[in-house]
């Protein structure tokens, strides 16, 4: 009886970490991570950056729950190297989540403006080629409140070239 009661348990545990490695639904977060923004794009793929701040955050892309892309490796230095740009004023706030990879520069926006919402990724490559993935359907999280364990980008135009 003992054993099998321990047996129970046991599967109990490997069928709940089994499923703790699933993706959100819409996301490429995994718990016990945070989705501090996830949505599918214009080209069917996922844009999500997930962690468990204030240390932990990692940009994902992909398609499914196939990551093409993360960034950085390494989960635990993700506030040291992404950046953090936010502008407001009245009806309108851009906030926007950047860092640089291989070749690109990489921008994770989301803008809201007269109460309509877009966002996504924009990229530039080293040769100045721009392009700019965006958001379908509904977007998970929020940016802004990454603010207050990201660096802040003084390069960013949003910034104005202040940082605090």
Same mark, same amino acid.
């Given at each position: 009886?003992?054993?099998?009661?321990?047996?129970?348990?046991?599967?109990?545990? *490997?069928?709940?970490?089994?499923?703790?490695?699933?993706?959100?639904?819409?996301?490429?977060?995994?718990?016990?991570? %945070?989705?501090?923004?996830?949505? =599918?794009?214009?080209?069917? %793929?996922?844009?999500?950056?997930?962690?468990? &701040?204030?240390?932990?955050?990692?940009?994902?892309? /992909?398609?499914?729950?196939?990551?093409?892309?993360?960034?950085?490796? #390494?989960?635990?230095?993700?506030?040291? @190297?992404?950046?953090?740009?936010?502008?407001? =004023?009245?009806?309108?706030? =851009?906030?926007?989540? %950047?860092?640089?990879? *291989?070749?690109? #520069?990489?921008?994770?926006?989301?803008?809201?403006?007269?109460?309509?919402?877009?966002?996504?990724?924009?990229?530039? %490559?080293? #040769?100045?080629?721009?392009?700019? *993935?965006?958001?379908?359907?509904? *977007? @998970?999280?929020? &940016?802004?409140?990454? /603010?207050?364990?990201?660096?802040? #980008?003084?390069?960013?135009? &949003?910034?104005? /070239?202040?940082?605090?």
């Amino acid at each position: 009886m003992r054993n099998t009661v321990s047996l129970v348990l046991l599967l109990s545990l *490997v069928s709940s970490c089994a499923y703790s490695v699933q993706p959100a639904t819409g996301s490429l977060c995994h718990a016990p991570e %945070t989705t501090y923004f996830s949505c =599918r794009t214009t080209r069917h %793929t996922t844009v999500s950056l997930c962690g468990t &701040l204030p240390s932990n955050l990692q940009y994902r892309y /992909g398609k499914g729950a196939q990551v093409e892309l993360q960034f950085p490796d #390494d989960p635990a230095t993700g506030a040291r @190297q992404l950046g953090y740009a936010h502008y407001s =004023r009245f009806q309108v706030e =851009r906030t926007e989540v %950047t860092f640089s990879h *291989v070749d690109a #520069d990489y921008a994770v926006f989301d803008y809201t403006e007269n109460d309509r919402r877009s966002a996504g990724v924009h990229v530039t %490559t080293a #040769d100045g080629k721009e392009s700019e *993935v965006r958001c379908t359907g509904p *977007v @998970q999280g929020q &940016l802004a409140p990454l /603010g207050k364990s990201l660096r802040c #980008d003084s390069d960013n135009a &949003l910034n104005g /070239g202040q940082c605090p």
